[in-house]
């Protein structure tokens, strides 16, 4: 099982264990209650320790952050290749293949997905956390929590400069200006269960693009979304009169140039809700991507 320690600085002599749980730790009040719930969920210099228990310089507060109950659906394991790119006790980030989704469905129950690779990796144990989510077609870095507790921290952290993303996307056309951000306001497409269109009444969306290259009628763009609507990026792109390539849902479905929407999770800045250690990470555009408009040999997150 996994744990954290806290050792009570002078200033915080006095402090009980659940102030320093919520203060500092930033568990939730149900985190708290699981833990005060759990066999040595809690302990203090080694002892078993209750929440209301005060707290003296240089106690060493240790709480685990396993999972104390069961997930809703476990994940059936599959041998899908599934690199992952950066690990440590508490989180890691793998690069996501184009056809991979994130959960099984039971409408195509055998499409591999990030759950089961993981399952076959780490074994059937294996408590699923995705943190950023990637559609099926969609390629790139994806966060995965290793406990529940990190991934709260992690999942309060998205759409703050404590959790960037930026994406590459090749679109058909080039957009004017080939610079700037667009804000324009999602919401559903009635009655379609699945399409979303910009309409007045729909909720906040902004994303920041650049165009990095051109070639043969298509463009490469960076892409940072501000905001984390469904579609987001798919949608704006289109809004700007170039959709993706590929995208069968906002643009046009060609197999022949690309079997889908041509999106791809090039680079991840987070702050590591444990250590504050800020992680810096990219995978390169897929193959199927830089064949369509190569990238630029000094193509840079506009994050880091």
Known sequence: METISYTLPPEQDGATVRHILRAQLHFSSHGVSRLAHAPDGITVNGLHARTTQVLRTGDVLTVETGDHRPPRAVAVPGDWPLPVVWEDGHLLVVNKPAGMAVHASSFVPETPTVAGALAWQRGSDFIFHPVNRLDKGTTGLMAVAK?????????????????????????????????????????????????????????????????????????????????????????????????????????????????????HAFAL????????????????????????????????????
């Open 147 to 263: 406990n529940g507790y990190v991934h709260d921290l992690l999942r309060r952290q998205l759409h703050t400069p404590d959790f960037r993303r930026e994406y590459r996307a090749v679109c058909l056309g080039c957009p004017v200006p080939p610079e700037g951000t667009v804000d324009a306001p999602i919401g559903r497409d009635e009655p379609s269960p699945v399409r979303r269109c910009i309409r007045p009444d729909g909720a906040s969306a902004r994303t920041a693009y650049r165009t990095l290259a051109r070639a043969d009628g298509m463009s490469l763009l960076a892409v940072v979304p501000e905001t984390g609507r469904t579609h987001q990026i798919r949608l704006h792109m289109a809004h700007l009169g170039c959709p993706l390539a590929g995208d069968w849902l906002y643009g046009t479905e060609d197999p022949d140039l690309i079997p889908r929407p041509a999106l």
């Open 269 to 304: 800045a987070l702050t590591h809700p444990v250590t504050g250690e800020r992680l810096h990470l990219t995978a390169p555009l897929p193959p199927d991507m830089a064949r369509l408009v190569p990238p630029p040999e000094d193509d840079h997150p506009m994050i880091f």
